[in-house]
């Protein structure tokens, strides 16, 4: 079982920075890979980024490689994933979700379906 819970949407102006952050309760948080998917209105849900357990892989799609940033972290009792994104432009206007894999493994995963624990989604709208 695994809650996830995203912060740090908005409203921002193109070229700025935000960084969101998934609040994951999850025992056994370092066992798990995560990832970053969004949907834009009217398109598919799309990885954005995805973290393996150990946090020394990582895949960005294309769009956002050199720009964004993922990242897991225990801090104390708490366990997060954030995406740090920089130089956006509207184009990343979309409902950007956190996903877990709850199984152990030492790879990242770039599917949706192999992901089984999902948060609400946070919603970042980019003005040009």
């Known amino acids: 079982q695994v809650r996830l819970v995203e912060s740090g949407g908005g409203s921002v102006q193109a070229r700025e920075s935000l960084k969101l952050t998934c609040a994951a309760s999850?025992?056994?948080?370092?066992?798990?890979?995560f990832a970053w998917f969004r949907q834009a209105p009217g398109k598919e849900r799309e990885i954005v980024a995805a973290i393996n357990r150990g946090r020394d892989r990582t895949y960005y799609r294309d769009s956002v490689k050199g720009r964004f940033t993922i990242s897991k972290n225990k801090d104390g009792t708490k366990n997060f994933v954030y995406l740090q994104m920089n130089d956006m432009n509207p184009e990343k206007t979309a409902v950007y979700y956190c996903a877990a894999h709850l199984e152990q493994s030492q790879q990242y995963y770039v599917r949706g379906i192999q992901y089984n624990g999902w948060g609400q989604g946070t919603q970042l709208t980019v003005s040009s």
């Open positions: 999850v025992s056994a948080f370092s066992f798990y890979a």
